[in-house]
């Protein structure tokens, strides 16, 4: 619901999702965070006699780079969100989004796109996509690069940026990129991208959002003993879902890292069969 735009996925058939699991007899607490509003160990005290965790991977990646704080820099999390969550694009909507001139969308992926083609419909003049890879290594689906070509987007491969530049008042004006070549191959099996030497350019842009992936969010693993995290900070689980911790189960981006919807109903499936079986062996 906050990410993915309504042109894309619309929010009736999320909703009627919801609906057809309260039907079912699923209860839903909203504004409920857990390991803050309350801890694993908590629901087990309260009697559940298992936890799921599916909380996802919506902790957004930054560069690092200087000026990466200033005013307009947003990460495509925050600004899907103000846009899809909180109806930034309507008057009156919940949050303000600043109505920017150009925009410069880093990374290459799904997200990308969304908040590529998000911005457009927002009326930013011009906005670019840069990836530091070429299109042979973009992650997006092809049919998602191809609407945001229509749409007008303009793919700037093999660019990375290095540098936010940005004026007195604490606002981006433009971003300082590099050219890359490819080299050999990294670990993941694709061209490691290399700096060009002195191929320094400069984007006027008065938008920048970073969407170069995501990864869990550190809160339920770090109030909940003994759940085992791998050097990403994703669950490590079995593959019927199990965690390391007795009767705690998990699965989607939770446990794979950001991935896709399919797999991460697939995973819950796969988990609520083990902790049917876990449960009517415990009695
Ligand atoms: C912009 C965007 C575009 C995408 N496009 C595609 C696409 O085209 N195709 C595709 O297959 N996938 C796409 N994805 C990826 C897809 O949305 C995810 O892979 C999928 O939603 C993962 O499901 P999940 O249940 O693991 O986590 P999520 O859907 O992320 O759900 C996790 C939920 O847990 C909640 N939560 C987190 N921490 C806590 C906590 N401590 N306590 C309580 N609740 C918590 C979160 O608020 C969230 O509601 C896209 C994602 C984004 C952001």
């Known amino acids: 619901m906050y990410g993915i735009p309504e042109f894309r996925l619309p929010k009736t058939i999320v909703q009627q999702e919801i609906e057809g699991l309260k039907e079912m007899g699923v209860e839903i607490e909203c504004n409920t965070v857990i390991g803050r509003s309350q801890t694993v160990d908590e629901l087990f005290e309260e009697g559940y006699e ?3 965790i599916g909380s996802g991977a919506g902790l957004p990646n ?8 200033l005013k307009g820099v947003y990460s495509a999390n925050e600004f899907l969100t103000r846009c899809n969550l909180m109806k930034a694009y309507q008057k009156g909507g919940d949050t303000p989004l600043q109505r920017a001139k150009r925009a410069v969308i880093v990374g290459g992926g799904n997200v990308a796109m969304d908040a590529a083609r998000c911005a457009k419909r927002l009326g930013v003049g011009h906005v670019y996509i840069v990836y530091r890879r070429s299109m042979e290594e973009l992650p997006a689906r092809k049919e998602e690069v191809e609407h945001a070509m229509e749409e007008g987007i303009e ?4 660019r990375n940026p290095i540098r936010v530049l ?3 008042e604490g ?3 433009g971003v300082e990129c590099v050219e890359m070549e490819l080299g ?3 670990e993941s099996g694709r061209c490691r991208p290399v700096e060009k030497n002195g191929s320094n350019f400069v984007l006027e842009a008065d938008c920048m959002i970073m969407a170069i992936g995501t990864s869990p969010n550190p809160l ?3 109030t909940t003993e003994g759940l085992e995290t791998n050097r990403k900070g994703c669950l490590v689980c079995d593959e019927q879902g199990r965690t390391t911790r007795e009767g705690v189960f998990a699965g989607g981006d939770a446990v794979s890292g950001a991935a896709t919807v399919i797999l991460a109903m697939g995973a819950g499936k796969t988990a609520a069969k083990a902790i049917d079986e876990y449960i009517k062996n415990k009695q």
Do not use: H, Q, T
Not at 62 to 69: A, I, K, R, T, V
């Open 50 to 52: 298992a936890v799921f």
């Open 62 to 69: 930054f560069m690092n780079l200087s000026g990466e704080n």
């Open 155 to 158: 793919f700037l491969l093999l």
């Open 166 to 168: 940005g004026n007195e």
């Open 171 to 173: 606002w981006i004006r």
């Open 184 to 186: 050999e191959p990294d």
């Open 220 to 222: 339920i693993r770090s």
